[in-house]
């Protein structure tokens, strides 16, 4: 997604509908809640331009489920594209152009029409890459786009590898299922959209007014992997969103609008054309709220993305679960929207509450996987799951259900478990195959409990749970976080100031590897290369662990990692000093603090 920095003009455009009729549904709003109904949506078609037949939910074949292994392997390809590359697949450079030639031999490969359109007007002029299965009729277009481009600051894998690899799955998934289209379905990845929507503007602007006529919905895939992420929909309660929304809605997500991204992605251009948009979004660097939290888990407070233009936007920067969904409602749409109906299929989708945890060796714990019958009639469904670490073992009861039930999943790992996070596939087989993601982390080892036990280490969060003095935790411009936009600034006033910053923390008994480790940047006015005017000192309860000073001071942010295994069953006080003397100041500036328990 592009920056909020680039000006947007505002526009009134009226957009017409797709006509798309969905039958009653069942919707898992909780594991406890009852079935609620998804009520028949239709719309007029634009004038001169015949509506498609209405169907029901039960008439279209049931859509593919979307591997979630198959999505993490195209990621993994576009972050080592980038660490080839210099790091970045920005447009025009060497990774965007290697990344364009990786979608294109995979979509060849399976039989597409492939095109690549040069954006001659573009910031960074290189390709759009559009690709259209050779099914359904020329002049009723269906049409799914993501940004393929990134930043110069990173591999750009979450904006937008995630939407990019979310659209290539579907691609190849529907070249593979091969079903006879009732509309011809085209795929397009962006060039420029991170220099102001340039590679799609240029596409859109290259069209006939017949050609633009054709399209009779376009949808937009960008940053559907966040870590701390939401279910957004672009125009939520449009007609063209319908589809997007039914399948979440089978999932119990409660959606809502994109707000965040409105105006700042491809699906604008084609709006401000007049053809009917809309897309999922996982979100930005807005901050997710108590009431998003509540209802989606992750953290309130903080970012949807916490890497966002970031260089730690990586493969490892991806919910596997956020993604997941994205990547099936895209299939659910393209079944609802293009393919024709034939023998009645029955379907059903599959989730996991909470999509998350961890659990510590010796110990267990539990999550619920919920089913929705979404077409056709209840079935059967087994439930199973792949992908646990060696040591762990995933158990279901029941172990099958009926579409519409519920079973609880327990996770128990033993004392010698494999330690990490792992993603782990819970799969729902009936007469098709359903899956959702579930990331577990294993933490401890022997009698320890593990985890991470600082709180708003980024201090992104306000203030608590820290004690600082006044002005410490800022998001001041004159000294940069390291990450996100706070960070804790102690002295930098060249006069005699004592700042504090502390935090109480508890080390589990047992934890005797544990580590404290945070990034300090020290900057300085002081002159000496021998004196050590101005200190920062570091103290867990009364002993002192390390100390910096003036002397110390160097560009950028540098990783402290200190040991505090010494310290385990013990409740103490974490606590930063920054003392300055009368003159010259030094600046020490803390981000991204984290006390491992292990």
């Not at 079903?179 to 859109?204: C, H, I």
């Not at 707000?259 to 807005?286: K, L």
């Not at 260089?311 to 929207?337: E, K, M």
Request: proline share 4%; net charge neutral; aromatic share 8%.
């Amino acid at each position: 997604m592009r920056g909020r920095t680039m000006r947007t003009r505002l526009a009134l455009v009226v957009c017409a509908g797709l006509t798309v009729t969905l039958a009653a549904q069942p919707v898992a709003a909780s594991p406890s809640a009852g079935p609620a109904d998804v009520r028949p949506i239709a719309a007029a078609a634009p004038a001169g331009i015949p509506a498609a037949p209405a169907r029901t939910a039960a008439a279209v074949l049931a859509a593919p489920d979307i591997s979630v292994t198959n999505l993490q392997a195209h990621l993994t390809q576009f972050n080592s594209i980038a660490t080839s590359n210099g790091g970045n697949r920005r447009a025009g450079s060497a990774g965007y152009t290697a990344s364009v030639s990786y979608v294109k031999s995979r979509l060849q490969a399976a039989g597409y029409t492939v095109s690549e359109q040069y954006c001659s007007s573009c910031t960074y002029p290189s390709n759009n890459l559009i690709a259209e299965w050779p099914g359904g009729p020329a002049d009723q277009v269906v049409m799914f786009g993501a940004h393929l481009d990134g930043v110069s600051a990173g591999p750009g894998i979450n904006d937008n590898a995630s939407g990019s690899a979310t659209l290539l799955e579907n691609a190849l998934v529907l070249a593979q299922q091969n079903p006879t289209m009732t509309k011809r379905v085209r795929f397009a990845w962006w060039t420029d959209e991170e220099q102001g929507l340039n590679g799609s503007r240029f596409y859109v602007n290259s069209l006939s007014a017949t050609q633009r006529g054709y399209i009779k919905g376009y949808y937009n895939f960008d940053m559907v992997g966040s870590t701390n992420g939401g279910y957004f929909i672009n125009r939520l309660t449009s007609t063209t969103a319908a589809p997007l929304k039914a399948y979440w809605d089978s999932l119990g997500l409660q959606p809502e609008e994109n707000v965040e991204g409105q105006g700042r992605s491809d699906d604008y251009p084609f709006q401000q054309a007049g053809i009917p948009t809309s897309g999922y979004a996982a979100g930005a660097s807005a901050r997710k709220t108590s009431t998003q939290a509540a209802k989606w888990g992750g953290t309130a407070n903080a970012a949807y993305d916490p890497c966002y233009h970031r260089a730690c936007d990586t493969s490892s920067n991806i919910s596997a679960t956020v993604l997941n969904r994205a990547a099936d409602g895209v299939a659910y749409a393209v079944w609802q929207l293009a393919v024709s109906s034939g023998t009645p299929g029955s379907d059903f989708s599959v989730a996991v509450s909470p999509a998350s945890g961890s659990v510590t060796r010796g110990g267990s714990r539990t999550a619920t996987v919920s089913t929705a019958t979404i077409a056709g009639a209840a079935q059967p469904v087994a439930l199973s799951a792949s992908g646990a670490p060696s040591g762990v073992t995933v158990s279901f009861s029941p172990s099958s259900v009926t579409s519409g039930g519920s079973a609880t999943m327990t996770l128990t790992a033993s004392a010698t478990a494999a330690t990490g996070a792992f993603t782990i596939t819970v799969t729902g087989t009936g007469s098709v195959t359903r899956t959702a993601a579930y990331t577990l982390t294993v933490t401890g080892t022997g009698g320890c409990a593990g985890g991470q036990l600082i709180g708003n280490g980024g201090f992104e969060s306000g203030t608590s749970p820290w004690t600082a003095t006044s002005g410490v935790i800022t998001n001041s411009a004159d000294q940069p976080a390291r990450t996100g936009s706070y960070k804790a600034w102690l002295d930098g006033y060249g006069r005699t100031r004592t700042d504090t910053l502390a935090q109480s923390v508890t080390l589990p008994a047992g934890c005797t590897a544990s580590t404290l480790t945070f990034w300090l940047h020290i900057d300085t006015a002081e002159t000496t290369t021998s004196t050590a005017y101005d200190r920062l000192t570091v103290r867990l309860g009364s002993t002192t662990l390390a100390t910096w000073s003036n002397l110390n001071a160097a560009a950028g942010y540098v990783q402290r990692t200190l040991n505090v295994g010494a310290y385990a069953g013990q409740t103490l006080s974490l606590t930063f000093t920054g003392t300055e003397d009368s003159s010259l100041q030094t600046s020490f500036v803390i981000d991204d603090v984290t006390l491992q328990a292990s």
